[in-house]
């Protein structure tokens, strides 16, 4: 059963970076699937920040680019984000999933990760 | 890319039918047949429901069905239970490998 659940910190302040990890169980991340980020922010739709697969391949919501970078680490069998100048509208639950890339769908997620920008 | 709108609350008895409607452009929905559904328990990992506009992943009941008319996808759940008490929201690709989700409907039994 694969599962995904994401670590990081909680409390990021504003013109910092945020950076999450999300730590894969029951799959290889190098097994040919792509990895996603996906964020709600309290109160509003839910937003497709990137995704990657194991061969570091990335693809990012164009309104997020320049300051959104994804990597893989294969030997933990985790992928993260990284999101540079943050500000309150990047307050937000984060949630990672594993994408299926030629049907398009996500699944399985994590249960998600609060981030608070705030000094 | 504006995010897919969706009614904020669906109500209705356990028994009866409900519909979510997920209103996308041309340049998402209305482009591909690539609709996805997800159920998400307060506190729990969102799951998946419906792919490709209309296909039921193993495990998921046939009480959920996904249809698509111009650029509005549906979700329909029938004989409504209890369990079927969570959030929903769509989520369809929109070309050059992004996607775009909706608004989030909170359903409701009564």
């Known amino acids: 059963q694969v599962q995904m659940q994401e670590s990081g910190p909680g409390l990021v302040k504003p013109s910092e970076t945020l950076s999450l990890t999300c730590t894969v169980s029951g799959y290889s991340i190098s097994s040919g699937h792509f990895w996603g980020w996906i964020r709600q922010p309290q109160g509003k739709g839910l937003e497709w920040i990137g995704s990657?697969?194991?061969?570091?391949?990335?693809f990012y919501n164009p309104s997020l680019s320049g300051r959104v970078t994804m990597s893989v680490d294969t030997s933990n069998n985790q992928f993260s984000l990284n999101l540079t100048s943050v500000t309150a509208a990047d307050t937000a639950v984060y949630y990672c999933?594993?994408?299926?890339?030629?049907?398009?769908?996500?699944?399985?997620w994590g249960q998600g990760t609060l981030v608070t920008v705030s000094s | 890319q504006s995010a897919l709108t969706q009614p904020a609350s669906v109500s209705g008895s356990p028994g009866q039918s409900i519909t979510i409607s997920c209103t996308g452009t041309n340049s998402d929905v209305g482009s591909y047949n690539l609709v996805s559904w997800y159920q998400r328990h307060p506190g729990k990992a969102p799951k998946l429901m419906i792919y490709e506009g209309s296909r039921r992943p193993s495990g998921v009941s046939s009480r959920f069905s996904g249809s698509k008319s111009g650029n509005t996808a549906s979700l329909t759940i029938s004989g409504l239970q209890a369990e079927d008490e969570a959030d929903y929201f769509c989520c369809s690709y929109a070309g050059v490998t992004t996607y775009v989700f909706g608004t989030v409907t909170k359903v409701t039994v009564l």
């Open positions: 999933a594993r994408e299926e890339a030629v049907e398009n769908w996500f699944d399985p």
């Open positions: 990657i697969n194991g061969g570091e391949s990335t």
